[in-house]
């Protein structure tokens, strides 16, 4: 019995959705090894929804496999279509970032000009501008200026 259960609105939902994607894990001739159960467990991290070919001509062995992945992975089994198996797991929240006040690093932008009279290539010279500077319309590196805010908005932030 899996930790998740899907009701048949939701499991329909997860199968449109799994159409279109390719399989993530294969399961070979060793079946569900270790190194297996560990890579699902990663894709379902990153995904959530996973599809899984298993090269076995068995079905039932393909069906009890789905339903040892889904009970020993805490996820639903959706799908199992012949050599195919869908799994779905809630994707866990990411940890935010610990600081939001963080400016922009330094980043390498191209500097293009061309010539005055057309008939010479455009010189390109590539510059790193730091997170706090910005280049102007005529090609100049300048200091950015932090935006004046009003009184207004001062006192309620």
């Known amino acids: 019995m899996p930790a998740?259960?899907?009701n048949p609105a939701d499991r329909k939902a997860k199968r449109g959705e799994a159409h279109h994607l390719d399989p993530v894990v294969m399961i070979g001739a060793e079946g569900i090894t270790p190194a297996v159960v560990k890579e699902i467990d990663a894709a379902l991290k990153a995904h959530g929804l996973i599809k899984i070919r298993m090269f076995s001509d068995d079905?039932?062995?393909?069906?009890a496999a789905l339903g040892e992945l889904a009970e020993r992975?805490?996820?639903a089994p959706v799908q199992h279509i012949g050599k195919l198996l869908v799994l779905w797991r809630p994707v866990p929240?990411?940890?935010a970032p610990e600081k939001d006040e963080r400016k922009p690093g330094p980043r390498t932008?191209?500097?293009v000009s061309f010539s005055k009279s057309g008939n010479h290539r455009p010189t390109v010279k590539k510059v790193t501008v730091?997170?706090?500077q910005r280049v102007t319309a005529g090609g100049q590196i300048k200091r950015a200026k932090s935006r004046a805010t009003s009184v207004k908005k001062r006192a309620q932030g």
């Open 4 to 6: 998740i259960e899907l």
């Open 59 to 63: 079905r039932a062995a393909r069906e």
């Open 73 to 75: 992975l805490d996820a």
């Open 93 to 95: 929240e990411k940890a």
């Open 109 to 111: 932008v191209k500097l």
């Open 130 to 132: 730091m997170g706090n």
